[in-house]
């Protein structure tokens, strides 16, 4: 079976198209995805990767296993050997090889486990240091993440009462563990911290989740005596051994930005960056930093970002400005098999990718998952860099651009903004604002761009569109759009836009690589508006109230609580959607055979989907709710269609459609 599992992979690797000269780039020219093939009776659902010294993998489960895999790059006979190291742990989400051993993070306690006669299995379980639980089914645990001291770095995730809720000692923290088993509290406003990671100057970071304080994912470097944004870990800083003093009481819940929020109230850490929700994924995982030389392509010293609810790895260039780190936020390679959880670099400089959708749902539709990410050895046309400058930003190509696309401003777009900070599941994005472009400076070499940009501001997420760059071959951007979030503005000298209008007006100024606005008027505002289709109020026509009322819950993975209901045609219809879940959902009716598409289309209104609660333009939308946030409800009216048929109701938040589905059946 395993030889079959492998030749199937290999021949839908063969599948893949390949990029002609002709054709758009695609992401797996330059990245392919190869799937380890794994044995018939393994729930291979991963919690943790790490490998060890001889090349193997380990992979910790959900389902509390600690599997060996030898040969996982699939040489030679390239057959991998799959061995139990361990079994019997509680979801461990997290693994670490430290010194011959493998530490796994389990619901209550950081674990060494130690094979002590060589023959591939775990002799001992040591418990190095154990932690409170309240029994709450949020109270998840991750890590290790070693130190170069040798201590190990914990996050434990907040317990979940329809918010967040720090239910037991310590949790929403960031720990540290000796080697002896001493914790200690390092960091706190944690919500879902799921991944933890270095970047290239060997400071801490942390990856964060949509939700309750948590307007968008995003990554934030961590220090001792942080505060990073979610209060409910504060009902511990009274504790002598607290490093962090903030009490829940001091932190507003006024829904400004938390940039505002947290210029007033020290030891307040914001984001380094935020990765916009729907459009840089919706369930932020690992971070792993490209320390491989170049040997995965040219994105050294940079930051890859996975993301479980998309199944993709989105790409951060970090900078420090003021003695603040922030910077960029691109999208990387999508198409994995399952949710994203965590990643490992292999020993050829390949990216172990090990994926769990159970519970979590995931655009990749496997419930598990193990697949390499494998440089092709071709450079993709990509924008590396993006850095902040005292009056915009400057860009910094893999390859030159063709100079006059470059100077053309209207190949650029860009705005600014932001997310609200508030008590509340998530944000829409607010106070979005289109920036006015006014030079475009292309460097000798082509390599960069410099764009003077009027309206920054900073603590705000600005996004960038490049989408009219072409390179000197004429190829198109692989991602044109990335998002940088300014939480300084750098001094330095700025652009003379004055000199530069006097150079361009001089014979043959057609040969200097720059473009300058011609006048300081923004751009039209080209929003446009959904139209309507959502009745909270039942008509007063309806003298006799609704023919059918229909109350409609949820499940867990990503499930309506009924999978289908039946109205007559022209009936007058009440349905209440009650969002227990721990998520958002929204309840949208369309015409049959189309949930994917309209999923899709609220996937593309980029930064007006959630302030449009991912409500498409489309005929194919009859009625809908809004977003709603969890433990909350909204009622809708509508008369069914004439028609009969099997429409379809979806959610259509980012990722959700794919299957969060169920059937309004309209008979005669």
């Not at 960069?448 to 190829?475: F, Q």
């Not at 598409?597 to 609220?602: H, K, N, P």
Request: charged share 20%; with cysteine.
């Amino acid at each position: 079976m395993v030889a079959l599992l492998l030749q199937l992979s290999l021949d839908l690797q063969a599948q893949e198209p390949a990029q002609s000269d002709a054709g758009a780039p695609k992401e797996q020219d330059y990245y392919s995805i190869v799937t380890v093939p794994i044995p018939d009776g393994i729930e291979l659902e991963v919690g943790g990767l790490a490998v060890t010294p001889d090349g193997s993998l380990g992979v910790a489960t959900r389902r509390g296993e600690v599997w060996l895999v030898e040969n996982p790059y699939m040489t030679g006979t390239r057959i991998p050997r799959f061995t139990r190291f361990a079994e019997g742990l509680h979801e461990p989400l997290g693994l670490a090889y430290h010194e011959g051993s493998l530490f796994a993070s389990q619901r209550s306690e950081l674990t060494k486990l130690t094979d002590r006669n060589g023959d591939g299995r775990a002799d001992t379980y040591e418990t190095i240091v154990s932690w409170p639980l309240s029994g709450n089914y949020h109270e998840y645990s991750y890590g290790p993440l070693f130190t170069p001291e040798g201590d190990m770095l914990v996050n434990l995730n907040l317990g979940w009462i329809g918010h967040g809720a720090s239910l037991a000692k310590w949790r929403g923290w960031m720990m540290k563990v000796s080697p002896e088993g001493d914790m200690k509290p390092v960091a706190t406003g944690m919500r879902s911290p799921a991944g933890m990671g270095y970047n290239a100057e060997g400071d801490v970071f942390y990856a964060e989740n949509q939700g309750d304080w948590v307007g968008s994912g995003r990554i934030t470097h961590v220090e001792t005596g942080d505060f990073v944004g979610n209060p409910e870990g504060l009902v511990w800083t009274h504790l002598e051994e607290s490093p962090v003093k903030l009490k829940p009481e001091d932190i507003p819940d006024t829904g400004e930005p938390m940039s505002k929020v947290a210029a007033d109230i020290p030891g307040f850490k914001t984001p380094a960056v935020w990765l916009p929700h729907g459009l840089m994924g919706i369930s932020t995982s690992d971070i792993l930093l490209d320390n491989s030389g170049g040997a995965f392509g040219p994105f050294t010293d940079q930051l890859f970002v996975g993301d479980q609810g998309h199944s993709k790895i989105v790409r951060v260039y970090l900078e420090k400005v003021n003695g603040v780190y922030q910077g960029v936020a691109f999208p990387f390679r999508e198409g994995f098999s399952s949710g994203i959880l965590r990643m490992a670099w292999g020993k050829d400089a390949s990216v172990f990718v090990g994926m769990t959708s159970r519970g979590w749902s995931s655009t990749g539709k496997e419930p598990f998952g193990l697949q390499r990410l494998v440089w092709t050895g071709k450079v993709p046309f990509e924008i590396k860099t993006a850095k902040a400058r005292p009056d915009g930003f400057e860009l910094e190509f893999t390859k030159p651009v063709d100079a006059s696309a470059a100077q053309n401003m209207d190949a650029y777009q860009l705005s600014s903004f932001n997310y609200k900070y508030h008590h509340n599941y998530g944000s829409p994005v607010i106070e979005l604002e289109d920036l006015l472009l006014k030079a475009a400076l292309v460097s000798e070499d082509g390599l960069k761009v410099r764009l003077v940009v009027d309206g920054l501001k900073e603590g705000y997420i600005h996004e960038i569109n490049a989408e009219g760059i072409r390179s000197k071959e004429g190829m198109g951007l692989l991602h044109a759009v990335g998002y940088y979030t300014l939480n300084q503005i750098p001094t330095g000298e700025k652009v003379d836009l004055s000199e530069i209008r006097q150079t361009a007006a001089k014979p043959h100024a057609a040969h200097q690589n720059v473009a300058v606005a011609a006048s300081n008027e923004p751009a039209p505002d080209n929003a446009n508006s959904n139209r309507s289709k959502r009745m909270t109020e039942m008509p007063e026509s309806w003298t006799n109230g609704p023919d059918e009322r229909v109350t409609m819950g949820t499940r867990p993975g990503l499930k309506y609580d009924k999978d289908f209901f039946e109205v007559k045609a022209g009936s007058k219809v009440q349905i209440t959607f009650n969002n227990n879940d721990d998520m958002l959902h929204n309840l949208v009716i369309v015409m049959p055979n189309t949930a994917i598409e309209v999923g899709e289309e609220a996937l593309e209104m980029g930064l007006e989907g959630s302030q449009k609660n991912y409500i498409p333009n489309s005929e194919d939308v009859l009625f809908h709710t809004n977003i709603l946030s969890p433990e909350s409800s909204e009622t809708i009216y509508f008369e069914a269609p004439m028609v009969p048929g099997d429409y379809t109701y979806v959610c259509t938040f980012p990722g959700h459609a794919y299957v969060m589905q169920g059937i309004m059946k309209v008979t005669e």
